[in-house]
C-alpha cells in the first residue's frame, strides 16, 4: 500500500512540474496576486486628559511643573497620535513649544479637545469639530444636563508614507450627567456613519463611565465600535484604572478605567498600555494615558 501511495504522489508531482512547464508564470502571479491583496499601516495612537491649568493644584502637580513630566512621557513612548483632552489655549502653547514635532487641530474656546500628530507623517485632509448638544455648531451649548461645555474633535488623515487614509475622533464626556454622557455617544455614532465605511477610524477619549456602562454599550453595540482595550492581542497594567486623582498609583483599579481607545473597521490591536509613567510621587496628569500601538488593514 505504501508502495502504491509513493507511486501516485510521484507522478502528481510530475504533472505538477509538466503544468507549470507549461505555464510558467501561473504560480508566481498567483502567490504575487495574493500576497499583495493586504497591506497594513502601523499607527501609535495616544488618549491623555492632561487636566486644565489652575490655582487649586498645589506642587508637584501645577501646571508649569507638570510641563517636563508631560514631555519625558511623550519622548519615551512615541505616539504618532494624542487625543488630548481639558486642555486650555495657554496649555496648548506650552505643549506646542514642548512637544515641535507635532502639531495639533480641534480647539475653539475653553477645554479643548485637541488632537496632536507629527507633522512630518501625517496630513490632515479635512477635519471639524462640535460641541456636544443639539446644537453643536453653537459655540459653547450645553442641553443635556451639563455645566461644562463638551466637544468632540474629528480628522481625516493621509499617512505621507504609505498614502493611506484614516479618521481619528477626540471627545470627553461629561463628568456629572449621565444624560449628556449617553447622548454624547449616540451623537459620535451618528457623525462617524457619515465618514467613509473603506476607512478605519480610531476614537480616542476620557468618558468619563466604566467598561460595560450604557455610553459604552451604546459605542460597541451593533458592530459600531471594539474596545481596544478588550480585543487587543497584549495588554499592560490591567490591574490599573486610569484616573489616578495625583495620588492613587493604581489609577483607582480597573473599575476607573474611563479612558478609552475605541476602534472601527478593518484595524487591528498589537498592544495596548495603560502608562503609569510617574516620577518622584509627581504624576504627569490626574489621569493616566491609554497608548495603542495598531495595525490598519487595507484591502488593495
Known sequence: MKRVLKSLLLVIAGFLIILSGLF??????????NKKQWTSVDVKAMTFNLRNKNNND???????????AIRRMVNMKRPDIIGTQEVLNTQLQDLKKNLPDYKWIGGHRGEYSAIFYKEKDYRVLKYDHFWLSDTPKVIGSKTWGNNVPRKVAWAKFLDVHS??????????????????????????LKVTKEFDPELPVILTGDFNAKPGSLPHQILTSDGEFDDLWETAKKRMNEDLG??????????????KRIDWILGKGNLTTNKIEIVNYQKNGQFPSDHFPVFADISLNYYK
Open 24 to 33: 510558467p508564470g501561473t504560480s508566481a502571479a498567483f502567490a504575487a496576486e
Open 58 to 68: 498645589s506642587s508637584p502637580h501645577t501646571w508649569d511643573e507638570r510641563v517636563p
Open 163 to 188: 498614502n493611506k487614509q484614516f479618521y481619528f475622533v477626540n471627545t470627553h464626556f461629561d463628568h456629572q450627567s449621565a444624560n449628556a454622557r449617553e447622548k454624547s455617544a449616540e451623537f459620535i
Open 242 to 255: 486610569t484616573f489616578n486623582g495625583f495620588d492613587d498609583p493604581a489609577g483607582k483599579g480597573p473599575d
